[in-house]
């Protein structure tokens, strides 16, 4: 590899252009001592893609800017002001506590604590006030102070609260509301637990971070799609990922594949479509707010049952410039435990290196704060090609607007590219079929080939490495995403804000296919030159968010009253075009010349407009009232279907606050009970046109032929998910430790299906609100800290959810399939009185002497969703410079098929489960594969270890000169799993059959594990 010069500041004098081709080494002789600083890190420079030279410029320029930044001193970026409050925040054990927040109560003053705990609050007028600080995980603290001309020293300490109902949350409020007057749960992500987190993807941070959720990741290939669940399955129509707000911006979300899509996965419904999820940034992020669904989501309306996700970005806070600087390097390695050849390593897999480059910088003064950060990142696949690669930026703004109003924004860009490999039913050459499947036995292999000898394990290694090299399937994503909003106070107790905002997402998928392939793999005859294709896959979403909001707080003796009213509307724009050329000669990378050329396009639009109003009243800070109402249009819905309306109202009694239950228990052993009730509607509206007649076209014999499309249907509405839900929430042991239970029960009406319509019309089947699906289950979280004192604190977390899921009605709908195969072999589908997407399929029963006594077709085989399912997590924090943390989560009760197993038996390798005189009796596994689904039908409990992660701050004397802090960091992540299965069982091949459908798993089908990461960072801030 060309070896680059090391990432440096320009030395002093040298113009920035002539820097950025002929990057030079500072001398510390050349430059001011401030300037003292050299990153030697050689990034991973790979060159498939041209656009990366280019990345690497751009960090150049990008880590250059914040040296300068940051070695200036702060007197010359923001003028000192004469009165200000600074001071040390620490916890009850002495620990100093970042990234406090700090305000000064009546002003549009505040600040931030730094790694250190120091603040600093800015031009505050002097006076007696009140010194409100918050941070997640604490008690919220507010101290009368009295603040004189000059510099005020005010210490600060802050008490562990793990329930933390004076806690401040937005999503599914209308405004900001404290957690204590909520009847729902509303998960909060903190900033420190997103920093340490070494994930690189939003659904795979939330896996162990929301304990009310269960996501998996159906592919180990990067940018893939999950499968994500909050309170089961709500819909067998549309997708049951949440919807998703960055800085009250709704963007895409999509988790399935798209209408015009690339396709390495063949029938089994592309389980490695592309993620909208896979590419929103984690940089920035100060914190991520989740609601399950219910009345938590009412007021998100006709999108909301399946849970809000809203993610809250930084924008810095007043007082002097900080800045950081990380660099991160590490191996990806394949988990090799479910792999059933102690060889398929070795043919298929890789250590690849990773490396990734961080800044940022924050800080504010006049009014005006800001908070900017960028990353680069560049790795190689863990399998034995490609390299995945991405770019992303991200910058927050705040600005004071007269004596009441306020100006928020902020603005990201990221890009991604990455590699796809061909797997699941693909046809052809399927590497992870090939070997682990033993397909190899079609191309003239031993399919044992663990047995080889060395003669036949080369040629079987050569065929591989050249077959994986000549595959070349990518995917391009870019993205931008912006948010501004103006908040303005006209009178005490009164806010309104005005958000508006969009998101666009660019995805460019292109497979070619060469005749060299083709020959390699036995698809077509030697000398073949023209059967070659290149398809390309566009898609462009654009998506438009606008919404107005007023809240109103009124308080008078022992009754206080919040109320917001507001409207929304949000547009979705998603426009894909599939240009394919076939008869294609190797080299082309276009489709000009190609021996044809075809081409398609599809255009899904929708709008919603909604108008909103809630009230939360409050009596004695003891009992609260919740009342709150949603109306919506959407154009998805028919032409007689008026305004859509969503309910709620929940009640909260907190025990602890009346004067009997303090004579009975103690404030030390129970410091905090209350109980909590509601009821609310959410909804899923109807995919785009899924109301309107259509007529279909296509080509005959030269011209435009018309045929029946959708019949339409001018009744079609949402689907309405009604829940109720009780529980209550405990502090117990001095806050030591806390217990949450929820129990509810959903029921979801008006569920959409594909209803077939009458025989006399010829017409096809027509998306129709005829089914109904219920859902019922318990949320029981806690939390622990046996240990604390000034030397360090142990916390453990842990979780536990149950789930029934049934479908009540179809209509009479006939059965049908969600995903799997034919009804031949085995399928995850719908039929009343079942679960959702249950596996259904051939059933065999043996004889003592094992040969066959009954085959059966079409029988019940198991379930792809758990009974239960929950995450654990500890943290152990050894005085104030170590920290050790480290998560997992489990399941139970599911149930997916082994296509890999399967096709082993098939093919005559080694495999018991099967009785020998049936085989026997058989002729065969070939004759007898088909009617023996159920017994490769498997248990997928498990128990995984996610993430362990050691930090170490580092002492001031060996901090580098000009820095602030430093920190180093070790990670790792899919360390250990424990499992009932032979296979993954978090690897899943089924995903939605089209676009925004749903997806339920249940079959493991030649896919890769999700790769075994480990990561080492070196963290300076200024």
């Given at each position: 590899?060309?070896?680059?010069?090391?990432?440096?500041?320009?030395?002093?004098?040298?113009?920035?252009?002539?820097?950025?081709r002929?990057?030079?080494?500072?001398?510390?002789?050349?430059?001011?001592?401030?300037?003292?600083?050299?990153?030697?890190?050689?990034?991973?420079?790979?060159?498939?893609?041209g656009?990366?030279?280019?990345?690497?410029r751009?960090?150049?320029?990008?880590?250059?800017?914040?040296?300068?930044?940051?070695?200036?001193?702060?007197?010359?970026?923001?003028?000192?002001?004469?009165?200000?409050?600074t001071?040390?925040?620490?916890?009850?054990?002495?620990?100093?506590?970042?990234?406090a927040?700090?305000?000064?109560?009546g002003?549009e003053?505040?600040?931030?604590?730094?790694?250190?705990?120091?603040?600093?609050?800015?031009?505050?007028?002097?006076?007696?006030?009140?010194?409100?600080?918050?941070?997640?995980?604490?008690?919220?603290?507010?101290?009368?102070i009295?603040v004189?001309?000059?510099?005020?020293?005010?210490?600060?300490?802050?008490?562990?609260s793990?329930?933390?109902?004076?806690?401040?949350?937005v999503?599914?409020?209308?405004?900001?509301?404290?957690?204590?007057?909520?009847?729902?749960?509303?998960d909060?992500?903190?900033?420190?637990e997103?920093?340490?987190?070494?994930?690189?993807?939003?659904?795979?941070?939330?896996?162990?971070?929301?304990?009310?959720?269960?996501?998996?990741?159906?592919?180990?290939?990067?940018?893939?799609?999950?499968?994500?669940?909050?309170?089961?399955?709500?819909s067998?129509s549309?997708?049951?990922?949440?919807?998703?707000?960055?800085?009250?911006?709704?963007?895409?979300?999509?988790?399935?594949?798209?209408?015009?899509?690339m396709?390495?996965?063949?029938?089994?419904?592309?389980?490695?479509?592309?993620?909208?999820?896979?590419?929103?940034?984690?940089?920035n992020?100060?914190?991520?707010?989740?609601?399950?669904?219910?009345?938590?989501?009412?007021?998100?309306?006709?999108?909301?049952?399946?849970?809000v996700?809203?993610?809250?970005?930084?924008?810095?806070?007043?007082?002097?410039?900080?800045?950081?600087?990380e660099?991160?390097?590490?191996?990806?390695?394949?988990?090799?435990?479910?792999?059933?050849?102690?060889?398929?390593?070795?043919?298929?897999?890789?250590?690849?290196?990773?490396?990734?480059?961080?800044?940022?910088?924050?800080?504010?003064?006049?009014?005006?704060?800001?908070?900017?950060?960028?990353?680069a990142?560049?790795?190689?696949?863990?399998?034995?090609?490609?390299?995945?690669?991405?770019?992303?930026?991200?910058?927050?703004?705040?600005?004071?607007?007269?004596?009441?109003?306020?100006?928020?924004?902020?603005?990201?860009?990221?890009?991604?590219?990455?590699?796809?490999?061909?797997?699941?039913?693909?046809?052809?050459?399927?590497?992870?079929?090939?070997?682990?499947?033993?397909?190899?036995?079609?191309?003239?292999?031993n399919?044992?080939?663990?047995?080889?000898?060395?003669?036949?394990?080369?040629?079987?290694?050569?065929?591989?490495?050249?077959?994986?090299?000549?595959?070349?399937?990518?995917?391009r994503?870019r993205?931008?995403?912006?948010s501004?909003?103006?908040?303005?106070?006209?009178?005490?107790?009164?806010?309104v804000?005005?958000?508006?905002g969009?998101?666009?997402?660019?995805?460019?998928?292109?497979?070619?296919?060469?005749?060299?392939?083709?020959?390699?793999?036995?698809?077509?005859?030697?000398?073949?030159s023209?059967?070659?294709?290149?398809?390309?896959?566009?898609?462009?979403?654009?998506g438009?968010?606008?919404?107005?909001?007023a809240q109103?707080?009124?308080?008078?003796?022992?009754?206080?009253?919040?109320?917001?009213?507001?409207?929304?509307?949000?547009?979705?724009?998603?426009e894909?075009?599939?240009?394919?050329?076939?008869?294609?000669?190797?080299?082309?990378?276009?489709?000009?010349?190609?021996?044809t050329t075809?081409?398609?396009?599809?255009t899904?639009?929708?709008?919603?407009?909604?108008?909103?109003?809630?009230?939360?009243?409050?009596?004695?800070?003891?009992?609260?009232?919740?009342?709150?109402?949603?109306?919506?249009?959407?154009?998805?819905?028919?032409?007689?279907?008026?305004?859509?309306?969503?309910?709620?109202?929940?009640?909260?009694?907190?025990?602890?606050?009346?004067?009997?239950?303090?004579?009975?228990?103690?404030?030390?052993?129970?410091?905090?009970?209350r109980l909590?009730?509601?009821?609310?509607?959410?909804?899923?509206?109807?995919?785009?046109?899924?109301?309107?007649?259509?007529?279909?076209?296509?080509?005959?014999?030269?011209?435009?032929?018309?045929?029946?499309?959708?019949?339409?249907?001018?009744?079609?509405?949402?689907?309405?998910?009604?829940?109720?839900?009780?529980?209550?929430?405990?502090?117990?042991?001095?806050?030591?430790?806390?217990?949450?239970?929820?129990?509810?029960?959903?029921?979801?009406?008006?569920?959409?299906?594909?209803?077939?319509?009458?025989?006399?019309?010829?017409?096809?089947?027509?998306?129709?609100?005829?089914?109904?699906?219920?859902?019922?289950?318990?949320?029981?979280?806690?939390?622990?800290?046996?240990?604390?004192?000034?030397?360090?604190?142990?916390?453990l977390?842990?979780?536990?959810?149950?789930?029934?899921?049934?479908?009540?009605?179809?209509?009479?709908?006939?059965?049908?399939?969600?995903?799997?195969?034919?009804?031949?072999?085995?399928?995850?589908?719908?039929?009343?009185?079942?679960?959702?997407?249950?596996?259904?399929?051939?059933?065999?029963?043996?004889?003592?002497?094992?040969?066959v006594?009954?085959?059966?077709?079409?029988?019940?085989?198991?379930?792809?969703?758990?009974d239960?399912?929950?995450?654990?997590?500890?943290?152990?924090?050894?005085?104030?410079?170590?920290?050790?943390?480290?998560?997992?989560?489990?399941?139970?009760?599911?149930?997916?098929?082994?296509?890999?197993?399967?096709?082993?038996?098939?093919?005559?390798?080694?495999?018991?489960?099967?009785?020998?005189?049936?085989?026997?009796?058989?002729?065969?596994?070939?004759?007898?594969w088909?009617d023996?689904?159920?017994?490769?039908?498997?248990?997928?409990?498990?128990?995984?270890?996610?993430?362990?992660?050691?930090?170490?701050?580092?002492?001031d004397?060996?901090?580098?000169?000009?820095?602030?802090?430093?920190r180093?960091?070790?990670?790792?992540?899919?360390?250990?799993?424990?499992?009932?299965s032979?296979?993954?069982?978090?690897?899943?091949?089924?995903?939605?059959?089209?676009?925004?459908?749903?997806?339920?798993?249940?079959?493991?089908?030649?896919?890769?594990?999700?790769?075994?990461?480990?990561?080492?960072?070196?963290?300076?801030?200024?």
């Amino acid at each position: 590899m060309r070896r680059r010069a090391p990432l440096v500041a320009p030395a002093c004098g040298v113009g920035l252009q002539h820097w950025l081709r002929h990057p030079p080494t500072v001398h510390a002789a050349s430059c001011p001592p401030h300037l003292e600083i050299l990153v030697t890190s050689e990034p991973f420079m790979p060159r498939r893609h041209g656009w990366l030279p280019g990345m690497w410029r751009l960090v150049h320029v990008a880590m250059t800017l914040l040296l300068f930044a940051t070695t200036v001193p702060s007197e010359t970026l923001q003028a000192q002001s004469a009165t200000s409050v600074t001071g040390l925040v620490r916890d009850e054990t002495g620990a100093p506590v970042a990234n406090a927040q700090l305000r000064i109560v009546g002003q549009e003053r505040g600040g931030q604590t730094d790694e250190r705990g120091r603040f600093v609050i800015q031009n505050v007028t002097p006076g007696e006030h009140t010194l409100e600080v918050r941070r997640i995980g604490f008690a919220v603290k507010r101290l009368p102070i009295t603040v004189r001309a000059g510099t005020n020293e005010v210490p600060v300490a802050l008490e562990h609260s793990a329930l933390a109902l004076d806690g401040v949350v937005v999503t599914g409020q209308g405004g900001e509301m404290e957690r204590r007057r909520l009847s729902t749960n509303v998960d909060v992500i903190s900033r420190d637990e997103i920093e340490a987190s070494p994930t690189t993807r939003l659904d795979q941070l939330l896996q162990t971070k929301l304990p009310g959720a269960q996501i998996r990741m159906t592919s180990g290939q990067p940018g893939t799609t999950s499968l994500i669940r909050t309170r089961g399955i709500n819909s067998v129509s549309t997708n049951s990922t949440p919807v998703i707000y960055v800085d009250g911006v709704r963007v895409d979300n999509l988790n399935t594949p798209a209408t015009l899509g690339m396709n390495v996965s063949g029938g089994a419904h592309q389980g490695t479509a592309t993620s909208a999820l896979a590419d929103i940034p984690l940089d920035n992020i100060e914190r991520i707010e989740h609601i399950p669904g219910g009345a938590a989501t009412t007021l998100y309306g006709s999108d909301a049952a399946n849970g809000v996700i809203q993610i809250f970005t930084r924008r810095g806070v007043a007082g002097p410039t900080r800045a950081n600087i990380e660099v991160e390097t590490g191996m990806e390695t394949p988990q090799t435990q479910f792999q059933f050849f102690n060889r398929t390593r070795d043919l298929l897999y890789r250590n690849g290196a990773t490396q990734k480059y961080s800044a940022g910088v924050e800080g504010g003064t006049g009014g005006f704060t800001y908070s900017i950060s960028g990353s680069a990142r560049a790795s190689q696949s863990h399998r034995v090609e490609g390299e995945n690669n991405a770019l992303s930026f991200r910058s927050g703004f705040g600005a004071e607007m007269g004596r009441s109003g306020r100006y928020q924004g902020s603005l990201s860009y990221n890009q991604d590219a990455y590699p796809r490999f061909r797997n699941g039913n693909s046809g052809g050459y399927n590497s992870i079929w090939f070997v682990e499947g033993g397909r190899s036995n079609a191309f003239g292999f031993n399919p044992n080939i663990d047995q080889l000898g060395d003669s036949a394990w080369r040629a079987l290694q050569g065929f591989v490495s050249k077959a994986e090299a000549l595959q070349d399937n990518s995917v391009r994503v870019r993205r931008f995403t912006t948010s501004h909003g103006f908040t303005i106070e006209p009178m005490t107790g009164l806010s309104v804000k005005a958000n508006v905002g969009i998101d666009q997402r660019l995805t460019h998928e292109r497979a070619i296919t060469t005749n060299e392939f083709l020959i390699h793999t036995k698809q077509v005859a030697v000398g073949t030159s023209d059967r070659g294709t290149i398809q390309n896959y566009d898609r462009t979403f654009q998506g438009l968010t606008g919404e107005l909001t007023a809240q109103h707080r009124y308080d008078r003796g022992a009754v206080s009253i919040v109320s917001a009213v507001g409207g929304q509307l949000f547009r979705n724009d998603d426009e894909q075009v599939a240009y394919t050329a076939t008869n294609v000669r190797d080299g082309a990378q276009t489709v000009t010349g190609a021996g044809t050329t075809t081409g398609a396009d599809a255009t899904l639009r929708v709008a919603n407009y909604g108008l909103y109003g809630q009230t939360n009243i409050g009596l004695s800070d003891k009992y609260f009232l919740e009342l709150g109402v949603r109306a919506d249009q959407n154009t998805a819905f028919g032409s007689t279907v008026g305004a859509q309306y969503y309910p709620k109202v929940g009640l909260v009694y907190e025990l602890t606050q009346e004067s009997w239950v303090r004579s009975v228990v103690s404030e030390r052993w129970l410091p905090k009970f209350r109980l909590r009730g509601n009821y609310g509607v959410a909804g899923n509206f109807p995919r785009p046109f899924a109301n309107d007649q259509t007529i279909n076209f296509s080509s005959l014999g030269g011209a435009l032929a018309a045929t029946f499309g959708q019949p339409g249907d001018a009744s079609l509405r949402p689907e309405r998910t009604s829940t109720f839900e009780g529980g209550f929430d405990a502090s117990l042991l001095s806050d030591r430790a806390t217990v949450s239970l929820t129990v509810y029960k959903s029921r979801t009406d008006d569920a959409l299906l594909n209803a077939p319509s009458a025989p006399s019309s010829g017409q096809t089947a027509q998306l129709r609100n005829v089914g109904v699906i219920e859902n019922r289950g318990i949320e029981l979280r806690s939390s622990v800290v046996p240990w604390s004192g000034p030397s360090g604190r142990l916390t453990l977390t842990g979780s536990l959810n149950t789930l029934k899921n049934k479908m009540v009605s179809t209509g009479n709908t006939p059965v049908f399939n969600l995903g799997g195969l034919s009804e031949r072999t085995i399928q995850a589908v719908v039929e009343a009185g079942q679960p959702v997407g249950y596996l259904r399929g051939t059933k065999a029963t043996f004889n003592a002497d094992g040969t066959v006594a009954k085959i059966e077709q079409l029988q019940y085989l198991g379930k792809p969703h758990p009974d239960a399912f929950g995450s654990m997590s500890a943290q152990l924090r050894l005085g104030s410079r170590f920290t050790i943390n480290a998560d997992g989560d489990y399941q139970f009760g599911a149930s997916s098929h082994s296509f890999d197993r399967h096709f082993r038996f098939q093919y005559g390798l080694p495999e018991t489960i099967v009785p020998a005189a049936a085989v026997k009796a058989a002729g065969g596994p070939a004759n007898i594969w088909l009617d023996v689904f159920n017994l490769f039908v498997e248990k997928t409990d498990f128990v995984k270890l996610r993430n362990v992660s050691v930090e170490y701050r580092l002492p001031d004397r060996f901090i580098p000169r000009g820095a602030r802090s430093a920190r180093i960091s070790f990670a790792a992540n899919n360390l250990l799993t424990w499992a009932a299965s032979s296979f993954d069982p978090e690897v899943d091949l089924s995903g939605a059959i089209g676009q925004g459908g749903a997806a339920v798993g249940g079959f493991n089908y030649s896919t890769d594990s999700a790769a075994r990461s480990f990561l080492l960072s070196i963290g300076v801030g200024f």
